[in-house]
């Protein structure tokens, strides 16, 4: 099915240092969803986004819904180790409705 | 805040054996879950939509036979893997919520091996 284009796949960066990640779509979502995944686990909602436009932060992440509704993007500043993971964007066209997911970005963090 | 949980976390089953998962959502009713399969390293890939008290919608490619989805209470949906294969090996993960929702509140997942 329908994939978001989530890049990068992966990043290898030193503890400290600020991370940006990005989704980009071919159509349009009315909300933008950043999670992250463990190890073993399932995904845990970091940020949520509902306008066009929007800049949302959560602790050290912030996250912007881009203008067109086709892209989003998520920084985190000054990583720390346990920010290790995989980020997945997800988009969603209204409520109730399926996420569609982007491929996600594989963090690691050198302490 | 909602809280899903899914179970077994893990389970090893012979060949040819059916397993069941099930997702319950503690806190909250849900009217809508969804079930998914993540392969090492990839994306997750949504199998099947479930709605309480209705049949369950498999995205294409899914063998709505083999991955039998019941979801017959808005706490509760199980997953059933039958006649494993070594190739049904995988994590599957549920997610929960109602027609309200943006963004789902997801299971811990199982990972299933069948050998």
């Known amino acids: 099915g329908q994939q978001l284009n989530q890049s990068p796949q992966s990043m290898f960066i030193q503890e400290g240092e600020d991370v940006s990640m990005n989704c980009t779509s071919s159509s349009i979502f009315n909300t933008w969803l950043w999670y992250k995944q463990d190890p073993g686990e399932g995904p845990v909602l970091l940020i949520a986004?509902?306008?066009?436009?929007e800049l949302t932060s959560n602790g050290r992440l912030t996250a912007q819904f881009g203008i067109t509704r086709k892209d989003s993007f998520l920084n985190i500043s000054a990583s720390i180790p346990s920010d290790v993971g995989i980020y997945f964007c997800a988009g969603q066209l209204q409520a109730g409705n399926m996420l569609t997911f982007g491929g996600g970005t594989r963090l690691m963090v050198k302490p | 805040g909602a809280v899903v949980s899914q179970h077994p976390s893990r389970v090893i089953c012979k060949s040819g054996t059916s397993v069941k998962i099930e997702c319950r959502s503690l806190?909250?009713?849900?009217?809508?879950m969804f079930w998914y399969r993540q392969f090492p390293k990839k994306s997750l890939m949504l199998m099947a939509t479930s709605n309480e008290g209705s049949k369950a919608t498999y995205e294409q490619g899914v063998e709505k036979d083999k991955f039998l989805i019941n979801h017959a209470s808005l706490t509760l949906s199980t997953l059933t893997v039958t006649s494993a294969h070594p190739e049904d090996s995988s994590f599957y993960i549920c997610?929960?919520?109602?027609?309200?929702?943006?963004?789902?509140?997801f299971g811990s997942g199982t990972r299933l091996t069948v050998v």
């Open positions: 997610s929960a919520g109602g027609s309200y929702n943006y963004g789902y509140t």
């Open positions: 806190d909250f009713q849900a009217t809508t």
């Open positions: 986004l509902y306008k066009a436009g």
